[in-house]
């Protein structure tokens, strides 16, 4: 029997991204989390995130070139919006 690739669960707080996926993705991601010591999907896709992040190595240049991108949205009124939703 193999280990999975991710580490158990920390339980540590996380910021909140919603995503949407297709049927037949999300049950394979529920699936790897059971298979993954009982994790969470949050935990299952934060740790395949950062696997794919440092494996790509055009993206640490462009985290170089721009190094303000994917700062979090600006918040107001307790909700996030999108920059380009916010008004100067």
Request: aromatic content about 6%.
């Amino acid at each position: 029997m193999s280990a999975p690739l991710i580490q158990p669960e920390d339980k540590q707080p996380d910021e909140q991204v919603t995503i949407r996926l297709r049927p037949e993705v999300a049950r394979e991601l529920r699936a790897y989390g059971q298979y993954a010591s009982d994790s969470s999907a949050s935990h299952v896709v934060s740790s395949a995130l950062k696997r794919l992040f440092a494996a790509d190595k055009g993206f640490e240049g462009f985290k170089q070139g721009h190094p303000t991108a994917g700062e979090s949205a600006v918040r107001s009124n307790g909700k996030a919006r999108r920059k380009s939703e916010v008004k100067a």
